[in-house]
């Protein structure tokens, strides 16, 4: 069982805009995360081993964020709010809290725009809020031209393949799910996409991977994709890189010593391959037509 917490705040406000998101704000109605997965960047020995068993709800969340949301309008201070940065607005015991649902209420009445991430089904219960909130928010000036409406929505995949998947987010709904889920959301008209953060060295990120992932989405008509590659930090046993070196070594031997070598001494990979990846992403968006920005391609 979830732990009940009381907060003080709710809504946090960004530095600075962050190019791909977009976020003004974030809000995470739950601490921790009970998708688990294993290159997370919130891990670390603040939440243990397992995610799931550290899942926290904030259960005067609404409360605080209608009145602070009543701050923000007053002053006329609209920006996007993120859903979610460090959890999934739509964990499994979002169907018994319904946060995420009352939340997304809050929103409307206050008329803020809102971008959805989330690697689950459940968004589809939600559908007719997000609808209110597309058609009633207020956007930030700057905005205007590139968004159509209030609300954005982002699938998270790390891979197409459901066994990997299994393995690297095994809390998480299948990516089969998912791209059923994303299907429906753009059915409704949505501005959505897929945030593929981030593909799986050697795994995910092979030409013949690639190539599945980027015309799986040509096909979706999704808005946008929003690629990556992988970072990993730390060295104690509840953090992603030693997670994720011990899930390779398990299930993927045969890469055992690239992820080491590249991971011996940074959290990142190195400069040859993110310049590769980078040029590759590239040509795939152009052959597939697709945006690596957030914003309306149809
Ligand atoms: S769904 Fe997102 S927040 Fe949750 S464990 Fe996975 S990467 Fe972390």
């Not at 159509?148 to 393995?167: E, H, P, W, Y």
């Not at 946008?224 to 994720?244: Q, W």
Request: aromatic share 10%; hydrophobic share 35%; net charge positive.
């Amino acid at each position: 069982m979830p732990r009940e917490i009381e907060v003080k705040s709710v809504l946090n406000k960004t530095k600075k805009r962050d190019s791909w998101f977009l976020d003004d704000y974030t809000l995470n109605l739950y601490s921790s995360c009970a998708f688990n997965c294993l290159y997370c960047y919130i891990r670390g020995s603040k939440y243990g081993t397992n995610l799931e068993e550290s899942l926290s709800v904030k259960t005067n969340a609404i409360e605080i964020l209608d009145r602070q949301l009543y701050n923000r309008a007053k002053k006329n201070q609209y920006g996007i709010i993120v859903l979610s940065s460090a959890t999934d607005p739509y964990l499994q015991i979002e169907d018994k809290y319904l946060l995420t649902r009352d939340a997304l209420k809050v929103i409307a009445k206050h008329r803020f725009p809102v971008h959805i991430i989330t690697k689950s089904d459940l968004i589809e219960r939600d559908f007719d809020l997000l609808h209110q909130i597309d058609k009633t928010a207020l956007l930030p000036t700057d905005l205007t031209s590139r968004l159509d409406g209030g609300t954005i929505v982002s699938f998270s995949f790390s891979t197409l393949d459901n066994d990997v998947a299994k393995i690297f987010e095994k809390g998480a709904p299948t990516p089969s799910k998912r791209l059923t889920a994303l299907n429906k959301t753009l059915d409704e008209g949505f501005l959505a996409g897929v945030s593929l953060m981030p593909l799986l060295p050697f795994i995910s990120d092979t030409t013949e991977h690639l190539d599945l992932l980027f015309s799986t989405f040509e096909q979706c008509n999704v808005d946008y994709v929003l690629p990556a590659t992988i970072t990993l930090f730390g060295n104690g046993k509840a953090d992603s890189k030693v997670l994720m070196l011990n899930a390779i070594k398990k299930h993927f031997p045969e890469l055992e010593s690239r992820y080491v070598s590249y991971f011996k001494d940074g959290s990142g990979m190195p400069d040859f391959y993110k310049k590769a990846f980078s040029k590759k992403i590239n040509e795939l968006c152009k052959m597939h037509n697709l945006n690596n920005s957030i914003g309306k391609s149809r």
